[in-house]
Every structure is written in structure tokens, then in C-alpha cells.
């Protein structure tokens, strides 16, 4: 009974490099943030020429997204791991709600910044003239520095809140994450390259969690039932 126990005990357990999808989350957001805002002008109301000529970058900084989303999920995993038992239900639904919602603005504007594209491809005059490239540009224009970059602030406030009650993380990473997310929460997407923020905020944790899960040190919270015979 007690090999069995355990052998469950250890298959449920995050495995220690489980960190690295924080990194592959930053690194990949990071690099298709870079590709769209060298291709798209910024001006969402600009035409759309340039737009045409960079359609294979555009393509390749789409692609890249899902793979982001997907990493940034198991990354919000390894942070619940690493909380345990202290998980409070208040701020765990907001930062688990914060980083759906965060998730869910990407992808909407990714696909529609993905049928644009398309339609540009196979008929871009009629695009254009009917205004519909105007009012897609607009869109993901919102969505990114509206809606997408509040949502990711208030992942940060939440996760430094946590951090500061249970220690997963150092109290300056804590206070730093609460400084940058006040930038983007009032930011009024009038910064450009804003949402870099968050990338690298998440990639610097992810490189500490990381570094101390090889180092073997735990600051969560013993599980009893894995301690239980």
C-alpha cells in the first residue's frame, strides 16, 4: 500500500523543470510581439500596404501564439503547485480568472488579426474598400492594449500578492511585479512595446523558480498526504 501510495504521490508531482514553460511562454510571446510591431504600423487607422508586404512575418508571429498560450497555462500550473495548501480562494480566483482572461484577448486578436491576413491575401481590394481592415485594425488594436494588457496587470497584482503572503518567490520580485503592473493598468496604450512588461516579468520568475527547483529548495507548503504511510 505504501509503494503504491507513493509511486501515485510522485506521478502527481510537477516535475522540476516544469519552470521552463515560463520561459518558453516569454520567449515566444516576446518574439511574436517583435515580428507583429515591426510589421504592423503602429497607427491602427494607417493603410494597410505595408501590412500586405509583411503578410509571412505576420503569419509566422500568429503561429507562434498558440504555442505561448499553451506554456503560459502550465506555467500558471506550476505557480499553484508551488502554493499547495496556502492557496487562498479569493485571490486564487482572481489570478486564475485574470490569466484566462489575459489568454482569451490574445486569442481573439490573433484571430482576427489571422482572418485579416488571409482576406488580405486573396482579395485585399475588397478588404479595404469596405472598411472591414479598418475596423479589424481597430479591434486588435483594443484588444491588445485595452484589454489584454489590464488583464495581464492584474495577473501580476494578484501573483505578488500571493507571493508576498507565502513566500514562493523573494519579497523584491513581489514589490517589483506590483510596480509594473500599476504601469499597465493605467497605462492608456499610448507606450509603445508596454506589453513587454509582463513577458519579462514572467520570465524573470520562471528563471528563479527554475534555478531553485534544481537547487532542491521548496518554499511551499508540505503536502500531509504525501507524507502519510
Known amino acids: ?5 507513493d509511486s501515485i504521490h510522485r506521478g502527481l508531482t510537477t516535475p522540476r523543470a516544469a519552470a521552463v514553460a515560463g520561459i518558453l511562454f ?5 518574439a ?3 515580428l507583429i510591431r515591426t510589421a504592423i ?21 500568429l503561429n507562434l501564439l498558440p504555442f505561448a498560450g499553451i506554456s503560459f497555462l502550465w ?8 502554493l499547495g495548501q496556502l492557496e487562498d480562494r479569493f485571490f486564487a480566483t482572481v ?12 486569442f481573439t486578436a490573433a484571430s482576427v488579426a489571422g482572418g485579416m491576413v488571409r482576406l488580405m491575401i486573396s482579395g485585399p481590394a475588397n478588404l479595404i ?16 492594449n485595452t484589454y489584454a494588457i489590464k488583464m495581464a496587470g492584474v495577473f501580476m497584482i494578484s501573483t505578488s500578492t500571493i507571493s508576498l503572503r507565502t513566500g514562493i518567490v523573494p519579497r523584491w ?11 499597465l493598468v493605467l497605462s492608456v496604450g499610448t507606450i509603445p512595446w508596454m506589453l513587454l512588461v509582463f513577458p519579462l516579468w514572467v520570465l524573470s520568475i520562471s528563471i528563479y523558480i527554475l534555478i531553485e527547483n534544481f537547487r532542491g529548495v521548496s518554499r511551499t507548503a508540505a503536502d500531509p498526504a504525501g507524507e502519510q504511510v
Do not use: N
Not at 26 to 30: D, F, T, V
Not at 75 to 82: P, S
Open 26 to 30: 516569454s520567449l515566444l510571446l516576446m
Open 75 to 82: 506555467f500558471v500550473g506550476v505557480l499553484r503547485d508551488r
Open 95 to 106: 489570478f486564475f480568472g485574470s490569466a484566462l482572461l489575459f489568454l482569451a484577448m490574445i
Open 173 to 183: 520580485m513581489a514589490f517589483l511585479g506590483f510596480a509594473l503592473a500599476l504601469m
Open 32 to 34: 511574436s510581439m517583435v
Open 129 to 144: 474598400g469596405s472598411g472591414v481592415y479598418a475596423l479589424a485594425r481597430i479591434q486588435i488594436y483594443q484588444a491588445m
Open 41 to 61: 504600423p503602429a497607427d491602427p487607422l494607417a493603410a494597410a500596404t505595408d501590412v500586405m508586404r509583411h503578410s509571412r512575418r505576420l503569419s509566422l508571429a
Open 1 to 5: 500500500m505504501k509503494s503504491e501510495s
